[in-house]
């Protein structure tokens, strides 16, 4: 018998022995339970009920398909006031969505005002890849 049969035996011993502690092993699964959102638990949601927030680098917020620019956390107050008036209070649900170059202060103004308003939020950071 050459190097190689003697190689290939060693590998077929090895594996056998891999499969064999792989099937003997005990896997106990984790007590560690993934965190889920208590504000707003995922369901079927109707897109027309999630009100679209972009925040920008200069603090300014786009709505309605990002034609619209709201200058002042108080206009933005007033839109989504308005639309959760339009919508209804439990139907009506935000996502903020900010880029990784827009200051953190502005999304949590954006932030606040959902909470204070009583409307389910959530975050979403464009996060720059090109690095």
Known sequence: MGQAGYL????DIVLILLFGFICISSIKPSSVQPPESTEAPYKNIDPSQIVF??????????VDDERRT???????????RQKRDAL????MK??????RT?????LM??????????????IEVEINRSR
């Open 53 to 62: 927030v972009s925040i920008q680098n200069d603090g300014a917020f786009l």
């Open 109 to 122: 103004q954006a932030a606040k005002i959902c909470k204070q308003l009583g409307i389910p939020k959530s």
């Open 70 to 80: 709201l200058r002042t956390p108080a206009q933005l107050r007033a839109f989504l």
């Open 102 to 106: 827009a200051p953190i202060y502005y």
């Open 8 to 11: 290939l035996r060693f590998v």
């Open 94 to 99: 935000a996502r903020l969505r900010s880029s």
């Open 88 to 91: 209804g209070r439990t139907e």
